[in-house]
């Protein structure tokens, strides 16, 4: 079984004000939600790489 793991550094911008304004709470929230649809587009992406090099 192969495993492959992606590092990432990314800049959200405004992400400073949304923590002084709405709270770190918030700010946490904004943070966790945006990993989730990065996770969400890499999985999919990965699958469809899967597909496309299972159908060659």
């Known amino acids: 079984m192969v495993t492959a793991a992606t590092d990432s550094l990314t800049d959200l911008d405004y992400f400073k004000e949304i923590n002084d304004r709405f709270d770190h709470h918030i700010g946490d929230l904004a943070l ?20 496309s090099t299972q159908t060659k």
Request: charged content about 20%; some cysteine.
């Open 32 to 51: 966790t939600g945006f990993a989730d649809v990065c996770r969400d587009v890499l999985q999919q992406s990965n699958q469809t790489t899967s597909k």
